[in-house]
């Protein structure tokens, strides 16, 4: 993957999102999900991800932070700019994210759909002093387990039925179907009556569809 930008303009790039989910935490006290969906909103991620120098490297991350707040139509009185950025866990954030999108050439939204910021500040206390290749390298690991197929929803394609029609022939709500197929709920918890007629409508046995590596661990 080619980056959108050169690598001279990495640091500085890295050092304002810092700076940006930093002032926009500690100083304007938002969730930093919150101001990252705002970032998305604003447009400031896409021209960010795509390398337009008055993002990256045109404005302080204090500056981008407050662009990207305004451009929201959130009203608010802003806080003078802070004269360090460098320690908390929130400019660490910011930072690895900005190398993590440099170095994938993935979208801001793209990387947003699979992890969220709540999620990488859970990375700071074991990675904050590593390479920031092995963030990149756990992040994918992480993607790559969230975006592979449940059996559930292997056997239903197989099978050729979409989550409407299986809904209907096993009864199990549409909602709850979709949620067993992306893992936001285990299957291998779901109830007795729910697995077996997910099973039955699909013509298999009940351990085709449950997932073994939750079964052992």
């Given at each position: 993957?080619?980056?959108?930008?050169?690598?001279?303009?990495?640091?500085?790039?890295?050092?304002?999102?810092?700076?940006?989910?930093?002032?926009?935490a500690n100083a304007c006290m938002m969730d930093m999900?919150?101001?990252?969906?705002?970032?998305?909103?604003?447009?400031?991620?896409?021209?960010?991800?795509?390398?337009?120098?008055?993002?990256?490297?045109?404005?302080?991350?204090?500056?981008?932070?407050?662009?990207?707040?305004?451009?929201?139509?959130?009203?608010?009185?802003?806080?003078?700019?802070?004269?360090?950025?460098?320690?908390?866990?929130?400019?660490?954030?910011?930072?690895?994210?900005?190398?993590?999108?440099?170095?994938?050439?993935?979208?801001?939204r793209d990387i947003n759909d699979y992890i969220s910021?709540?999620?990488?500040?859970?990375?700071?206390?074991?990675?904050?002093?590593?390479?920031?290749?092995?963030?990149?390298?756990?992040?994918?690991?992480?993607?790559?387990?969230?975006?592979?197929?449940?059996?559930?929803?292997?056997?239903?394609?197989?099978?050729?039925?979409?989550?409407?029609?299986?809904?209907?022939?096993?009864?199990?709500?549409?909602?709850?179907?979709?949620?067993?197929?992306?893992?936001?709920?285990?299957?291998?918890?779901?109830?007795?009556?729910?697995?077996?007629?997910?099973?039955?409508a699909l013509g298999c046995g009940i351990d085709d569809?449950?997932?073994?590596?939750?079964?052992?661990?």
């Amino acid at each position: 993957m080619i980056p959108a930008y050169s690598e001279q303009y990495l640091h500085d790039a890295m050092r304002n999102l810092g700076e940006a989910f930093d002032y926009a935490a500690n100083a304007c006290m938002m969730d930093m999900d919150d101001f990252m969906h705002l970032f998305l909103a604003s447009g400031y991620g896409d021209g960010f991800g795509k390398g337009s120098p008055g993002v990256i490297v045109g404005m302080s991350g204090t500056e981008l932070a407050m662009a990207v707040i305004s451009r929201s139509g959130k009203k608010m009185a802003f806080p003078d700019a802070q004269t360090e950025y460098e320690c908390s866990a929130e400019y660490w954030c910011g930072w690895i994210l900005a190398f993590y999108q440099w170095e994938t050439g993935l979208s801001f939204r793209d990387i947003n759909d699979y992890i969220s910021m709540k999620d990488i500040y859970k990375l700071y206390p074991t990675l904050h002093e590593a390479a920031e290749e092995k963030f990149t390298d756990t992040v994918n690991a992480l993607l790559a387990k969230r975006t592979a197929s449940t059996r559930l929803q292997s056997r239903r394609k197989i099978v050729g039925m979409t989550q409407a029609e299986l809904s209907r022939r096993s009864g199990v709500n549409l909602r709850t179907l979709q949620q067993y197929e992306s893992g936001a709920k285990s299957i291998n918890k779901a109830s007795v009556q729910n697995v077996s007629a997910l099973a039955g409508a699909l013509g298999c046995g009940i351990d085709d569809i449950l997932e073994f590596s939750l079964m052992m661990s």
